[in-house]
C-alpha cells in the first residue's frame, strides 16, 4: 500500500514526506539520501557561500541519486542581501525542477523559475500568506505552525489549527510543517486536510546528516521543553536549542536590550561551529519541539520506510478498528 495524495502526484514522489530546506544542514548526503528513500529532499542554496558553490552541491547531489530533488531559497530582508538573483540562475541553470521559496514574498522569483518549468513550494507561518502566494499562483503552500524549528511567525498558532484553517482555503496541494517527527504525526496531519509533512528536526537527526554525532546525541536526549524562543521582543521570533547562549539572548532582550546587543551572540559563524564541532554551547542552533519525539538516530532510508509502514498500520489497523463492523459495512 502507498500513500498516494495530491502533493506525491503532483510533485512526482513517492511518499508525502518532505525534507525542508535547513541552514547549514541542506547538502547533498542527506538530500540524496531523502531523495533514494522516496521522500522530497532540498537543497539549502544560502549555505553555500556563493552560486557557483550551489552549483558544485547540485551536481554532488546529482551523483548520488538519480530522483527528484529540490533546492530551497530562503529570502530574508538582511543587511548585505545575498545576490538572490544570481542563486535562482544557478537553479535554473542545473535543470532543478523543484523548488522550496520562504521567507519574503516570492513573487519576483515565480516568473523565472515558472518559465523554466519549476514548480514552487513556498512555505509560510499564516493562512493569510497561504492565500497570497495561492493567489500568486505557487504550486504549493507548506504551512509551518508554532511548533517548528525556525521562525514560526508572530501568531503563535500551533498545527492542530493552523493546518484545517489553511486546508479551508487552500486549493493547491498542502504540506504540513511543525512538530512532525513520526507516523502518527502524518496520519494527523492528512486527517487535518494537508497533502503530506514537512520534517526538518528529525532529518538532522538521521545517520546521513551532515552535522556532528553529538548534535544528534542531544537532540535523542532533549525533550519537547528544550527549545527557546530567541527575538520575541524584536517581532522576528525564532525557535532555537536551549543552552548558554540562546537562554543569554532572551535575558538581554527581555531586559530592554536591542539587537545590537545579542547579534554577536547569534551570528551564523557561530552557530555553525556548533554544526561541524558538536560543541553544543558554541552559538545559535535550530531545533523544534519535536524533538520530544526524536529517540534514536536511524538511517534515512528506515526512518521513512518506517513512518509509511506504520502510517499504512494506524490508518488500517486502529482508525479503522474503531468503526463498528455494523458502521463498516454500511459505508461499503
Known amino acids: 500500500m502507498a500513500l498516494k495524495t ?5 510533485f512526482g514522489v513517492e511518499h508525502p514526506i518532505v525534507q525542508g530546506g535547513m541552514q547549514w544542514v541542506g547538502r547533498a548526503e542527506l538530500v540524496a539520501a531523502v531523495a533514494n528513500a522516496g521522500a522530497l529532499g532540498f537543497i539549502t542554496a544560502l549555505t553555500q557561500p556563493t552560486p557557483k558553490d550551489l552549483a558544485n552541491e547540485i551536481a554532488r547531489c546529482r551523483d548520488l541519486t538519480d530522483k527528484p530533488f529540490g533546492v530551497n531559497l530562503t529570502i530574508l530582508p538582511t543587511i548585505n542581501p545575498p545576490p538572490y538573483e544570481e542563486y535562482r ?6 535543470g532543478v525542477k523543484i523548488v522550496e521559496t520562504a521567507g519574503s514574498n516570492p513573487a519576483p522569483h515565480l516568473p523565472s523559475f515558472h518559465d523554466a518549468g519549476i514548480k514552487v513550494i513556498h512555505k509560510c507561518t499564516s493562512v493569510r500568506h497561504a492565500v497570497k502566494a495561492q493567489s500568486l499562483g505557487v ?3 507548506s504551512i509551518d505552525g508554532f511548533e517548528c524549528a525556525g521562525h514560526p511567525g508572530e501568531d503563535d498558532i500551533p498545527g492542530l489549527v493552523l493546518i484545517p484553517a489553511a486546508a479551508e482555503k487552500i486549493e493547491i496541494p498542502l504540506i504540513a510543517s511543525g512538530g512532525f517527527a513520526d507516523a502518527r504525526g502524518l496520519v494527523a496531519a492528512l486527517a487535518l486536510g494537508a497533502d503530506g509533512i514537512n520534517m526538518g528536526s528529525r532529518f538532522m537527526c538521521t545517520v546521513e546528516s551532515p552535522i556532528h554525532q553529538k548534535v544528534k546525541e542531544a537532540i535523542v536526549a532533549g525533550t519537547e521543553l528544550d527549545t527557546e524562543l530567541i527575538f520575541r521582543p524584536l517581532r ?16 538581554i532582550l527581555n531586559r530592554g536590550g536591542k539587537f545590537e546587543d545579542v547579534k554577536d551572540l547569534v551570528a551564523g559563524t557561530r552557530g555553525v561551529k556548533v554544526y561541524e ?41 486502529r482508525l479503522s478498528n474503531l468503526i463498528s463492523s455494523d458502521e463498516r459495512e454500511n459505508v461499503a
Request: net charge negative; proline share 1%; glycine share 8%.
Open 6 to 10: 495530491k502533493f506525491t502526484e503532483a
Open 89 to 94: 540562475q544557478v537553479i535554473i541553470d542545473s
Open 139 to 141: 504550486d504549493a503552500i
Open 236 to 251: 522576528n521570533t525564532a525557535r532555537v536549542a536551549s543552552n548558554a547562549v540562546s537562554r543569554e539572548v532572551v535575558e
Open 277 to 317: 564541532t558538536g560543541d553544543l554551547d558554541a552559538g545559535i542552533w535550530s531545533v523544534g519541539t519535536s524533538m520530544g519525539l526524536i529517540h534514536d538516530i536511524p538511517t534515512v532510508g528506515e526512518l521513512v520506510s518506517r513512518i509509511v509502514s506504520e502510517a499504512e498500520q494506524i490508518i488500517t489497523g
